[in-house]
């Protein structure tokens, strides 16, 4: 496998989402090429900087409440 | 009338039951993605709204044992193409300074994480991530949030948008490498070195 093909690999990698095959190869071309040990470690990094840095809000109360009572009230 | 509506309320009692305990739960996640579809807060919480309306009124139709949450967010989904994209309206006429006035101050409130880290990837703000994703273009954003902000797979992600699991794996793997660019973009203008060798 080849650099280009690795990294494309890698965003389904950081997912779960790779064939078993796919895994296999990815880790033995990772396992040979620094380079792309690091830029798999950066394409994690950005996974992660998504799912902690986007602040995450709370709908607000009257929604939810008006929700609630939507669904007690309907029939 | 009033026996009518007593005969009618084990069912949809039970259904109600069902829904609150399904659904509702939810409800902070869609609120979330419909702020992030229609970037105006007014608009994200009648978006929330006409989905749990639409919800309950087919909750016959939910596939028991499948992701509720997948369902709801297709819902949504179709309402925001809906009213937003078939009316050829703006989606909330994008309020870039209210969004990020509402934006401010939940940063506010949230707890700030004290890591040591200095590298650029810890540096970052809610706000330049927040930016960062804005910018790519709606396809990718898309699925970058279903993805990695909602936990999606990629077949809940590819039956959501309506296209093959091959194109949503390629938009993921385009979109992280442009918000990955911006990111580092970013960092660089703020000093922070980028360089990824250790």
Same mark, same amino acid.
């Given at each position: 496998?080849?650099?280009?093909? *690795?990294? /494309?690999?890698?965003? *389904? ?20 090429? @620094?380079?792309? %040990? ?12 998504? %799912?902690?840095?986007? /602040?995450?809000?709370?709908? @607000? ?6 929700? /609630?009572?939507?669904?007690? /009230?309907?029939? | ?9 084990? &069912? ?88 990020? +006035?509402?934006?401010? !101050?939940?940063? +506010? ?16 703000? #809610?706000?330049?991530? $927040? ?22 797979? $990629? ?13 949503? =794996?390629?938009?993921? &793997? ?11 973009? $970013?960092? =660089?203008? #703020?000093?922070?070195?980028?360089? !990824?060798?250790?």
């Amino acid at each position: 496998m080849n650099c280009n093909k *690795a990294t /494309v690999l890698m965003s *389904a990698a950081i997912d779960g989402e790779l064939s078993a095959k796919e895994t296999e190869e990815l880790s033995e071309h990772l396992t040979e090429c @620094p380079q792309c %040990r690091s830029e798999f470690q950066d394409a994690k990094n950005t996974k992660i900087i998504i %799912r902690e840095r986007i /602040v995450r809000v709370k709908a @607000p109360k009257n929604l939810v409440e008006s929700i /609630v009572r939507m669904t007690s /009230v309907i029939g | 009338m009033k026996e009518k509506k007593k005969a009618l309320s084990a &069912y949809e009692e039970l259904k109600q039951r069902e829904f609150q305990k399904e659904a509702v739960p939810h409800i902070n996640s869609l609120y979330n993605y419909a702020l992030h579809l229609t970037m105006n807060p007014d608009d994200a919480e009648d978006l929330v709204q006409e989905t749990y309306l639409k919800a309950y009124k087919f909750f016959d139709s939910f596939e028991r044992g499948t992701n509720c949450k997948a369902w709801l967010f297709k819902i949504l989904k179709n309402n925001y193409i809906n009213k937003f994209r078939k009316n050829a309206r703006e989606p909330g006429k994008v309020d870039y300074d209210l969004i990020k +006035d509402f934006y401010h !101050t939940i940063k +506010d409130v949230q707890s700030d994480t004290t890591e040591a880290e200095s590298d650029f990837f810890h540096s970052l703000l #809610h706000e330049e991530v $927040y930016q960062a994703l804005q910018s790519l273009p709606e396809e990718f954003r898309e699925v970058i949030q279903l993805c990695d902000m909602e936990g999606f797979t $990629y077949e809940e992600i590819a039956n959501m948008v309506e296209s093959p699991i091959g194109t949503v =794996r390629s938009r993921l &793997y385009r979109g992280r490498k442009l918000l990955r660019a911006k990111l580092e973009e $970013y960092a =660089r203008k #703020h000093g922070y070195n980028t360089d !990824t060798d250790e």
